[in-house]
C-alpha cells in the first residue's frame, strides 16, 4: 500500500523493475470508508492469509491503523452517493481494486 501520486509512481517503477509487468491498483481512503468496499476488501486481506499470504510487521501495523482508523467511518448506511461509487467500481475489476 502506498499514497497515489508520487509515492505510487516510485512503488510501480520498483515493482515492474523487479517482476517485469505487473498488475496494479488502488483505492480512495473515502472510498474504503464505504461499508460495502470496506468489508470486500478486508475479507479480500482474511482470503490472503488463509492462503498464506505474508506481510512485513510494518506493513500489518499500518493496515491494522487503517482498519482503525475508517471503521468509525464505515459502520453505517452507504449515503446515495456512495451507492453510486460502488455502482462504478462494480465496473471494475476487483484484482484492479475495483468491485467487479
Not at 15 to 36: E, H, N, V, Y
Not at 61 to 90: C, F, G, M, N, W
Amino acid at each position: 500500500m502506498c499514497c497515489k501520486g508520487n509515492c505510487d509512481d516510485i512503488l510501480e517503477s520498483l515493482t515492474r523493475a523487479k517482476l517485469g509487468q505487473a498488475l496494479d491498483g488502488w483505492i480512495d481512503i473515502s472510498d474504503f470508508c464505504i461499508p460495502l468496499v470496506f468489508l470486500q476488501k478486508l475479507m479480500a486481506v482474511i482470503n490472503g492469509l488463509k492462503r498464506g499470504d505474508r506481510w512485513s510487521d510494518g506493513a500489518f501495523e499500518k493496515l491494522k491503523r487503517l482498519l482503525i482508523a475508517t471503521y468509525q467511518h464505515v459502520a453505517r448506511d452507504s449515503s446515495p452517493k456512495e451507492k453510486d461509487v460502488i455502482h462504478r467500481l462494480k465496473d471494475i475489476p476487483s484484482f484492479l481494486g475495483g468491485l467487479g
